[in-house]
């Protein structure tokens, strides 16, 4: 593809970040603050409504099935908006040791319906192979690869195609998603993970930003390759757990 940029980990601050990027991050901390006080509060009224009507259903009820994976949602939606709160609040990570296979996963299956909705598919690739050992976050991971598969589908056009690719390769664990969607302009690739800036008018430009610091936090790097009309794809390269 014609266009690319690639940010990578590890630099000095006065080489990395701009001020005014920093400042802009600081922004987003406080948004994700806001948005996590706003996100928790109806999902505690919705586990306690669910946990009611679970007490008052008959054991045999097929409704049971229906309540308990809609209470692991409930579960799994607070446990990612705690990790994306914490990336952007700090730009740190955990470091426990994580099978990249299982956030990737679960990102996927949160993230189909979305597809299913312009009737497009979903190629999966290298998720069947051996663990892929790293050390991190598996909430905030499990946001990252959200955040990249939403946008893609969002890129998509009605029978559209997007998929993932996971390889562990020379001591890193790559990752990429692709879609064959709008695709970004040039002139604009190189702003978008930009705190605050979209490309799409309903866009929060919050996604790809703290897609960038859940990549920084864990010592990888990210990089976007797009060409208008033919499609975007995101490479991410993180370090494998010893």
Known sequence: MSGAVELMAGRPRAKGLQRSQREALVEVGKFAALLAHEVRNPLTAIRIDLQRVEEKLPPESPLRLQLARALREVERLDQTVSGALRIAR??????????????????????????????????????????????????????????????????????????????????????????????????????????????????????????????????????????PGEGTAISIRLPLAR
């Open 90 to 227: 700090s730009g740190t990570v955990s470091s426990d040791l994580v099978d990249l296979r299982v956030p990737l996963l679960r990102a996927i299956e949160v993230a189909t319906p979305a597809f299913d909705q312009v009737d497009a598919t979903l190629a999966v690739r290298g998720l069947d192979d051996a663990p892929v050992p790293v050390r991190g976050d598996e909430a905030a991971l499990e946001q990252l690869f959200l955040n990249l598969l939403l946008n893609a589908a969002q890129a998509l056009r009605p029978h559209g195609a997007a998929g993932v690719i996971l390889m562990a390769t020379n001591g890193h664990a790559d990752v990429e998603v692709w879609d064959r969607g709008i695709g970004i302009d040039a002139d604009k690739l190189g702003r978008v993970f930009d705190p605050f800036y979209s490309t799409r008018k309903e866009g929060t430009g919050l996604g790809l930003a703290i897609a960038r610091g859940i990549v920084t936090g864990h010592g990888g790097r990210i990089g976007i390759e797009s060409r």
